[in-house]
């Protein structure tokens, strides 16, 4: 079964600290990775996604993420947090041809201390 | 360019009471989808369109129906309004081999 797990529901960091959202993914086909920001009261951003190719994507906003077939994870990295990056974060799985079809985690909420 | 347009932001229904979620956009995507939002849920597929013409059901399409008769439009209906469609629905579009969603801003919906 398709499905996305992202083990953290909060987490709090302190403005300037490194940060690493995990996500952990259970895909049929050769999956197709994505990262979106929500803050309150928006729709979702998407921040980077992974197709092929090098492991480790940069993103939009200074975000990172590394692919790692062996541990079916994803996670999200950023070297230095600043406050505006206080959000929801989710993970999605899709597939080539099958774009229509993402899964979805069921978010981390990020929170920065000054 | 707007992207992705959702009206209503805001609606209450009483139970039983249908009504539409609009949804445009107009970068000219192929893909269409609406999705629920539910604490600690993450987003949920509700129905998807490959195009004009051809929808097709997600996990949750249970009291929804869609259409899509353009390409740029592809409205949610409520049939007989529930209590547990109180949620947050977003409209969301992409090209077909981007896999890179465009999502429209929401809309809250409680079912009082």
């Known amino acids: 079964a398709q499905s ?63 692919f790692k077939r062996s541990q079916s994870s994803f996670n999200l990295r950023k070297p230095s947090v600043h406050w505006s990056d206080a959000a929801e974060y989710f993970c999605a799985v899709g597939a080539l041809g099958n774009f229509n079809k993402f899964y979805f985690g069921s978010g981390t909420k990020l929170n920065v201390k000054p | 360019n707007a992207g992705v347009t959702q009206t209503p932001k805001f609606q209450v229904l009483k139970t039983g009471q249908s009504m539409t979620l609009q949804c445009a956009q107009d970068m000219n995507h192929e893909y269409m ?39 740029e439009d592809f409205p949610l209906r409520l049939l007989s309004a529930a209590p547990s469609q109180t949620s947050v629905y977003f409209c969301a579009s992409s090209f077909r081999d981007s896999g890179g969603y465009t999502f429209g801003s929401g809309t809250r919906l409680t079912v009082v």
């Open chain 2, 33 to 71: 989808s609406w999705y629920r939002q539910d604490p600690g849920m993450g987003l949920r597929l509700i129905h998807y369109s490959v195009g004009a013409g051809i929808t097709d059901q997600g996990e949750v399409p249970n009291g929804y129906n869609v259409s899509r008769s353009t390409t």
């Open chain 1, 4 to 66: 996305v797990t992202q083990p953290d529901i909060h987490i709090t960091v302190s403005e300037g600290a490194s940060l690493e959202l995990r996500c952990n993914y259970s895909y049929g086909a050769t999956p197709y990775l994505f990262w979106y920001v929500q803050s309150p009261g928006q729709g979702l951003q998407l921040l980077l996604k992974y197709f092929s190719g090098d492991t480790l994507v940069q993103g939009i906003k200074g975000f990172e993420a590394e």
